[in-house]
C-alpha cells in the first residue's frame, strides 16, 4: 500500500516512522493542493483528521459531506486519497472560472499598497479582490479610468491593464512594482496624449459629429457634417495629431470632387502650429456647420429604402450622384435592393443599378460580411 501511495502522491509523504502523520500534496487537473492527514495508532481511517488549505477548502465547500463519508468507508488511504481526487475533479469541473485563491499576504500587500496610493483614487474594486478601477485626471482635467486585473502572485506577476486609449497601453512592471507606479506611468501615458484629445475635443465642440455617435477616448476617427449628404471623415493620429490627418471626403460626386480639388491644391499651405480645425476650414476653404448655427437634424437624412437614418451603427453614406437628386442610402440596403433587380449587374463586388428614386446610374459595394 505504501508504495502504491508514492506512486500515485509523490508529493505526499509521511512525518513519522509510524506513517501516522502526512503531510504534503495531492495534484489534480495539474494543480497542486496542500494537505495533512492525523491518523489515530491504529492508523484506522473512521478516526483520522484532514486539515486542508485554503484553496482546497474552498474548493470541497459543500461536498464535506461526502468527504466524511469516503472517510468512513474507505478501506484504506490509498483508496481515500482515490475518492478524494475524484471529489475534487468534479468540484473543478463544476466551477470552470474556479481560480486559486491569493494567499493572506497578497490581501496585506493590496491594502498596504492602495493607503500608499490613496483610496480616493479607487473607483471600484470586486468581491474576489482582483479586478480595481482607479481614476486619473490628465493635465487639461479630463477623467479616465484605469483598468487593472491583479494575479495571484501580487506583485510577483505583472497585472493586466486597460484603458481607453487610442494606443496600446505599454505599463513597465517589475516584481517590486506598485500600484503606484502603476498610476504614475498610467498619468505620463495620459499627458503624452493631451494634444491628441485636444485637437479631438474641439472637433467635437465646434462640429456636428456623424460617426462615430458617442465617441470614446480610444477613437481616432470623426466624420463632419460639410453639408446635407456631405461630409468628411479625418483620421488623426494619436503620435501627431497636428500634421494633416487622413481625409475622405464622402457624397455624391458633383459636390465632393470640387472639394477633393481643393483639399490636394491647398495641402501645401497645412499649418502644425495652428489647430486641426482651422487648418481643414483653411485647405477646403469652407465653413463647417456648428452647434452655434446649425441643427444636426439637417445633416440626418434617412435611408431612402429603410427610411431610418442608423442601421445598427451604420450611418446613410451613398448618395445618388445626379445633382437633382442625392438621396442618401445605407450601404447594406442599396446593395440588397440592387442585388435582386433584373436590371442590375454585378462585377467582382460592385453592383451596377439604378437609384431607386430617380432610375439614374448608381454603384454600390458589396456590404461587407459581418464577422
Given at each position: 500500500m505504501e508504495?502504491?501511495?508514492?506512486?500515485?502522491?509523490p508529493?505526499?509523504l509521511?512525518?513519522?516512522?509510524d506513517?501516522?502523520?502526512?503531510?504534503g500534496?495531492?495534484?489534480?487537473?495539474?494543480?497542486?493542493f496542500?494537505?495533512?492527514?492525523?491518523?489515530?495508532p491504529?492508523?484506522?481511517l473512521?478516526?483520522a483528521k484532514?486539515?486542508?488549505c485554503w484553496?482546497?477548502?474552498d474548493?470541497?465547500r459543500g461536498?464535506?459531506h461526502?468527504?466524511?463519508?469516503?472517510l468512513?468507508?474507505?478501506?484504506d488511504?490509498?483508496s481515500?486519497i482515490l475518492?478524494?481526487k475524484t471529489?475534487?475533479?468534479v468540484?473543478l469541473?463544476?466551477?470552470?472560472?474556479?481560480?486559486?485563491?491569493p494567499s493572506?499576504?497578497y490581501?496585506?500587500?493590496?491594502?498596504?499598497?492602495?493607503?500608499?496610493?490613496?483610496?480616493?483614487?479607487l473607483?471600484f474594486?470586486?468581491?474576489?479582490?482582483?479586478t480595481l478601477?482607479?481614476?486619473?485626471?490628465?493635465?487639461c482635467?479630463?477623467?479616465?479610468?484605469?483598468?487593472?486585473?491583479?494575479?495571484?502572485k501580487?506583485?510577483?506577476?505583472a497585472?493586466e491593464?486597460s484603458a481607453?486609449?487610442?494606443?496600446?497601453?505599454?505599463?513597465t512592471?517589475t516584481?517590486q512594482?506598485?500600484?503606484?507606479?502603476?498610476h504614475?506611468q498610467f498619468?505620463l501615458v495620459?499627458e503624452?496624449l493631451?494634444?491628441?484629445?485636444?485637437?479631438?475635443?474641439e472637433i467635437?465642440?465646434?462640429?456636428?459629429?456623424?460617426?462615430?455617435e458617442?465617441p470614446?477616448?480610444?477613437?481616432?476617427?470623426?466624420?463632419?457634417?460639410?453639408?446635407?449628404?456631405?461630409s468628411?471623415?479625418?483620421?488623426?493620429?494619436?503620435r501627431?495629431?497636428?500634421m494633416?490627418p487622413?481625409?475622405?471626403?464622402?457624397g455624391?460626386?458633383?459636390?465632393?470632387?470640387?472639394?477633393?480639388?481643393?483639399?490636394?491644391?491647398?495641402?501645401h499651405?497645412?499649418?502644425p502650429?495652428?489647430s486641426?480645425?482651422?487648418?481643414?476650414?483653411?485647405?477646403?476653404e469652407?465653413?463647417?456647420?456648428s452647434?452655434?448655427t446649425?441643427e444636426?437634424?439637417?445633416?440626418?437624412?434617412?435611408?431612402g429604402?429603410?427610411?431610418?437614418?442608423?442601421l445598427?451603427?451604420?450611418i446613410p453614406?451613398?448618395?445618388?450622384?445626379?445633382?437633382?437628386?442625392?438621396?442618401?442610402?445605407h450601404?447594406?440596403?442599396?446593395y440588397e435592393w440592387?442585388r435582386?433587380?433584373?436590371s442590375s449587374r454585378?462585377?467582382f463586388n460592385?453592383?451596377?443599378?439604378?437609384?431607386?428614386?430617380?432610375?439614374?446610374?448608381?454603384?454600390?459595394k458589396?456590404?461587407?460580411?459581418?464577422?
Amino acid at each position: 500500500m505504501e508504495s502504491l501511495l508514492v506512486e500515485d502522491n509523490p508529493l505526499l509523504l509521511p512525518l513519522n516512522k509510524d506513517k501516522t502523520v502526512y503531510d504534503g500534496f495531492i495534484t489534480v487537473q495539474e494543480r497542486d493542493f496542500r494537505m495533512r492527514i492525523l491518523l489515530p495508532p491504529n492508523r484506522q481511517l473512521k478516526q483520522a483528521k484532514l486539515h486542508c488549505c485554503w484553496q482546497l477548502k474552498d474548493l470541497l465547500r459543500g461536498y464535506e459531506h461526502i468527504v466524511k463519508q469516503r472517510l468512513q468507508q474507505s478501506a484504506d488511504l490509498v483508496s481515500f486519497i482515490l475518492e478524494l481526487k475524484t471529489v475534487l475533479e468534479v468540484g473543478l469541473k463544476s466551477r470552470p472560472g474556479c481560480r486559486s485563491i491569493p494567499s493572506p499576504q497578497y490581501y496585506s500587500q493590496l491594502i498596504s499598497e492602495m493607503e500608499t496610493l490613496g483610496w480616493d483614487k479607487l473607483l471600484f474594486i470586486d468581491t474576489e479582490f482582483r479586478t480595481l478601477r482607479l481614476k486619473a485626471e490628465d493635465s487639461c482635467g479630463r477623467q479616465h479610468i484605469l483598468t487593472i486585473n491583479l494575479k495571484s502572485k501580487h506583485p510577483a506577476e505583472a497585472p493586466e491593464c486597460s484603458a481607453d486609449l487610442p494606443v496600446p497601453l505599454a505599463i513597465t512592471w517589475t516584481p517590486q512594482s506598485t500600484l503606484e507606479q502603476l498610476h504614475s506611468q498610467f498619468l505620463l501615458v495620459l499627458e503624452s496624449l493631451t494634444d491628441f484629445w485636444d485637437v479631438l475635443d474641439e472637433i467635437d465642440s465646434k462640429t456636428w459629429i456623424l460617426e462615430p455617435e458617442k465617441p470614446c477616448r480610444a477613437d481616432t476617427m470623426r466624420r463632419i457634417a460639410i453639408g446635407n449628404n456631405v461630409s468628411i471623415k479625418v483620421e488623426v493620429d494619436p503620435r501627431h495629431p497636428k500634421m494633416l490627418p487622413e481625409c475622405c471626403l464622402l457624397g455624391a460626386e458633383h459636390v465632393v470632387t470640387p472639394l477633393r480639388n481643393k483639399l490636394n491644391a491647398n495641402m501645401h499651405l497645412w499649418n502644425p502650429d495652428s489647430s486641426v480645425l482651422n487648418n481643414l476650414r483653411d485647405v477646403l476653404e469652407i465653413e463647417f456647420p456648428s452647434p452655434a448655427t446649425h441643427e444636426k437634424s439637417s445633416f440626418s437624412v434617412e435611408c431612402g429604402i429603410c427610411y431610418a437614418y442608423r442601421l445598427e451603427a451604420a450611418i446613410p453614406d451613398q448618395v445618388c450622384n445626379d445633382p437633382r437628386c442625392g438621396q442618401p442610402f445605407h450601404q447594406a440596403c442599396l446593395y440588397e435592393w440592387l442585388r435582386v433587380l433584373p436590371s442590375s449587374r454585378q462585377s467582382f463586388n460592385i453592383v451596377f443599378g439604378e437609384c431607386p428614386y430617380c432610375s439614374k446610374p448608381i454603384t454600390v459595394k458589396m456590404a461587407a460580411q459581418k464577422s
